[in-house]
């Protein structure tokens, strides 16, 4: 059985899976809003600006 990644116990509710309760889901959430999450981008591929043409100065 899976366990809650934020406190691991075992999830109480399937309405907030895979977390135990909607505290543990928000605090993710919370994670997510202020950064302590991130996608990993490689600095080698171009951003959307740079695909886009944006701040090119003609």
Excluded: H
């Excluded at 075992?10 to 996608?39: E, H, M, N």
């Amino acid at each position: 059985m899976a366990t809650c990644p934020i406190c691991t116990r075992a999830p109480a509710d399937p309405k907030y899976k895979p977390f135990c309760s909607k505290r543990c889901a928000d605090v993710d959430l919370q994670r997510w809003f202020t950064g302590g999450y991130a996608i990993p981008v490689r600095d080698d591929e171009p951003t959307d600006d740079d695909r886009n043409g944006a701040l090119r100065e003609d």
